[in-house]
């Protein structure tokens, strides 16, 4: 039996957030100011931190790459969306929609394991002072940094398995402003039984992971600071 004719789609076009152009440009004016601002603070935020050695601790280290992961997120979303408020519809390739998404998968996935870790540190600081040295010595640091960006890595080779899988022969319009995993998903043309459910495990295990372990410290913390009699000791 012959294979019924259709199209393979190439590219997507992304609709944006609305057809109205008085509207997109003082969207465009909006989100270009949010993004320089993000782009100016975390880079100065790195550069104050790499160039002050009074700041080369664990704590400023996370912050760092905190910074450095916010902006690898907002990069891979907003210069795009920008683009779209210029002229309604922006198009991407098939690849191109792939590799925004994966990317922004990344970056958001090591910014949980980021805080996680700085939720750590601080409950180490608070918790058990004497220890600290030893419980997030450099090594110990890099390894929460390490882990971070595999962490990151991993959950997006999900997504991105998923979605090389996928073939598209349909519509080709995404009605969002980025290529979120659930819009492609809906413009599929294959069998999605499965695969919408296997980057949902992996991203929900790791949501579930980085809250219980902020959660828990910063709970020890709270305990922590209202054990303590001295005012000063728990303004420090």
Not at 66 to 77: P, Q, Y
Not at 224 to 231: D, Q
Request: charged share 10%.
């Amino acid at each position: 039996m012959d294979a019924p004719n259709h199209t393979t789609v190439t590219e997507f076009i992304l609709l944006g957030l609305t057809e109205n152009s008085t509207l997109r440009v003082i969207l465009f004016m909006i989100f270009l100011g949010i993004y320089a601002v993000t782009l100016v603070g975390n880079i100065s935020i790195i550069t104050l931190i790499r160039s002050c050695p009074q700041l080369h601790t664990p704590m400023y280290l996370f912050l760092s790459h905190l910074a450095f992961v916010d902006i690898g997120f907002s990069t891979s979303i907003t210069p795009i969306m920008l683009t779209g408020f210029l002229g309604y519809g922006t198009v991407l390739s098939v690849a191109a929609c792939e590799t925004q998404f994966s990317i922004a998968v990344t970056f958001g996935t090591a910014e949980c394991f980021l805080l996680a870790a700085m939720a750590y540190d601080r409950y180490v600081a608070i918790c058990s002072p004497l220890l600290y040295s030893t419980h997030m010595s450099p090594r110990i640091c890099f390894l929460l940094v390490g882990v971070s960006y595999v962490g990151g890595c991993v959950n997006s080779w999900t997504f991105t398995g998923c979605l090389l899988s996928l073939s598209f022969c349909g519509p080709n319009q995404i009605d969002h402003f980025f290529c979120d995993f659930p819009a492609v998903l809906k413009l599929s043309c294959s069998d999605i039984s499965i695969i919408g459910i296997i980057p949902s495990i992996s991203a929900g295990s790791i949501i579930v992971l980085t809250v219980f372990v902020i959660a828990v410290s910063y709970t020890y913390i709270l305990i922590t600071i209202l054990k303590m009699h001295s005012t000063e000791g728990r303004h420090k």
